[in-house]
């Protein structure tokens, strides 16, 4: 491939990305927690899932069956507030387009989302992931690749459920990590910290999971095919909800008549 060509698929790789990541008109999220206390229920280390509003998201939404799309590293105060005095960045993420970049949390303060705490890690290793992830910032992703991208303009492709999730690794390798959650999983792998077990059956022991999902575990391992929805299903991260993290009273709450609430809700 000359340079030139090589140029203008990478230009046109890049639109289709900047296409993939236009919002979704009418999106309204169901239960956005209060940014403060989301702030405040993080600790460094965390994932933070999102439920995208993207051409992308859905697309990633369909293709694993999960309200997830997106997952980003909560890193505290490891990183510096901005030279012009704006917000500090709290989160690393991986963007189509943009690669490995670190945003504010407040990003994220109109979405639904999900705290994933990985239990039991150590303080040294809790260090070793961060600094992983800031090591990576301004990593850039190859995007010449059209035939990766373009499948994700097909938000409901018409394959078997079982084949879905395998379409997020197709292709040349590089926007399928700049759409998952690959170097968050790779990051945890270099501590050793686990995301999914290996599923072992036993005789005479019935099991809830279904044969296309123990296949699906068993054979996904390399960190470039984890999706943001393996972190809330791993049994080895704890789900934080900001709402109840610091005490919920439910006698506290104030309840609408019911049919002052469909009034209001006519109105």
Same mark, same amino acid.
């Given at each position: 491939? +000359?340079? @030139?060509?090589? @140029?203008?698929?990478?230009?046109?790789?890049?639109?289709?990305?900047?296409?993939?990541? &236009?919002?979704? *008109?009418?999106?309204?999220? #169901?239960?956005?927690?209060?940014?403060?206390?989301?702030?405040? *229920? =993080?600790?460094?280390?965390?994932?933070?899932?999102?439920?995208?509003?993207?051409?992308? !998201?859905?697309?990633?939404?369909?293709?694993?069956?999960?309200?997830? +799309?997106?997952?980003? =590293?909560?890193?505290? $105060?490891?990183?510096?507030?901005?030279?012009? %005095?704006?917000?500090?960045?709290?989160?690393?993420?991986?963007?189509?387009?943009? %690669?490995?970049?670190?945003?504010?949390?407040? &990003?994220?303060?109109?979405?639904?989302?999900?705290?994933?705490?990985?239990?039991?890690?150590?303080?040294?290793?809790?260090?070793?992931?961060?600094?992983?992830?800031?090591?990576?910032?301004?990593? &850039? #992703? $190859?995007?010449?690749?059209?035939?990766?991208?373009?499948?994700?303009?097909?938000?409901?492709?018409?394959?078997?459920?079982?084949?879905?999730? @395998?379409?997020?690794?197709?292709? !040349?390798?590089?926007?399928?990590?700049?759409?998952? *959650?690959?170097?968050?999983?790779?990051?945890?792998? +270099?501590?050793?910290?686990?995301?999914?077990? @290996?599923?072992?059956?036993?005789?005479?022991?019935?099991?809830?999971?279904?044969?296309? !999902?123990?296949?699906?575990?068993?054979?996904?391992?390399?960190? !470039?095919?984890?999706?943001?929805? $393996?972190?809330? =299903?791993?049994?080895?991260?704890?789900?934080?909800?900001?709402?109840?993290?610091? %005490?919920?009273?439910?006698?506290?709450?104030?309840?609408?008549?019911?049919?002052?609430?469909?009034?209001?809700?006519?109105?």
């Amino acid at each position: 491939m +000359s340079k @030139r060509t090589g @140029r203008l698929l990478d230009q046109l790789g890049r639109f289709l990305a900047r296409r993939l990541q &236009k919002e979704s *008109s009418g999106y309204q999220p #169901y239960t956005p927690s209060d940014p403060d206390v989301l702030h405040r *229920s =993080l600790a460094p280390g965390d994932i933070l899932l999102v439920e995208g509003n993207t051409h992308l !998201s859905a697309a990633v939404k369909y293709l694993t069956q999960s309200t997830w +799309s997106h997952a980003a =590293l909560f890193v505290g $105060d490891a990183l510096p507030v901005p030279e012009d %005095g704006g917000e500090r960045p709290r989160l690393i993420e991986v963007n189509l387009g943009e %690669g490995c970049v670190a945003v504010p949390l407040s &990003k994220y303060r109109t979405y639904n989302t999900r705290i994933c705490r990985p239990s039991g890690l150590t303080p040294e290793d809790r260090a070793a992931i961060i600094a992983f992830m800031i090591e990576r910032i301004g990593l &850039k #992703y $190859d995007m010449r690749n059209i035939f990766d991208l373009m499948r994700y303009f097909l938000p409901q492709p018409p394959v078997p459920v079982r084949w879905r999730r @395998r379409m997020l690794a197709l292709g !040349s390798g590089d926007p399928t990590r700049a759409i998952c *959650s690959s170097l968050i999983a790779q990051a945890l792998q +270099s501590v050793r910290y686990p995301i999914l077990p @290996r599923i072992k059956e036993r005789p005479g022991h019935a099991s809830a999971q279904s044969t296309y !999902s123990r296949q699906e575990i068993l054979l996904i391992r390399h960190h !470039s095919l984890y999706t943001p929805r $393996d972190f809330d =299903l791993s049994p080895y991260f704890q789900i934080v909800k900001p709402t109840l993290n610091f %005490g919920f009273d439910y006698k506290a709450l104030h309840w609408e008549e019911a049919g002052n609430a469909i009034e209001a809700e006519a109105g």
